[in-house]
């Protein structure tokens, strides 16, 4: 199975930046995908940011023109860079592996607040 880490959530003011990181391990086989989810309090979870094997990316349209999605330097990585945070960016933000199998990340939370 695929075991995955996020890091890289805080807190910032509205206006900030903050960049998040998502490094898979394990029986990782062939071209997979990889996806930026997010869950508000009360609300269900959405798609943010995802990245496919030849690194096309698709973006929320919440997320559209501030957030980009990237594979990181170090194989199996990839990185969500936020800009222009917005208090409804709030939320616990998951990392998602789409291959041969799937995995969840444990989730990091991000707060926006002045």
């Known amino acids: 199975h695929v075991q995955l880490v996020e890091s890289g959530g805080g807190s910032v003011q509205p206006g900030g930046s903050l960049r998040l990181s998502c490094a898979a391990s394990?029986?990782?086989?062939?071209?997979?995908?990889m996806e930026w989810y997010r869950q508000a309090p009360g609300k269900e979870r959405e798609l943010v940011a995802s990245?496919?094997?030849?690194?096309?990316?698709n973006y929320g349209d919440a997320v559209k023109g501030r957030f980009t999605i990237s594979r990181g330097t170090v194989k199996h990585t990839i990185d969500l860079q936020m800009n222009s945070l917005k208090p409804e960016d709030t939320a616990v933000y998951y990392c998602?592996?789409?291959?041969?199998?799937?995995?969840w990340g444990q989730g990091t939370q991000v707060t926006i607040s002045a």
């Open positions: 394990g029986s990782i086989h062939s071209s997979y995908s």
């Open positions: 998602h592996f789409r291959g041969y199998v799937q995995a």
């Open positions: 990245i496919s094997p030849r690194s096309n990316t």
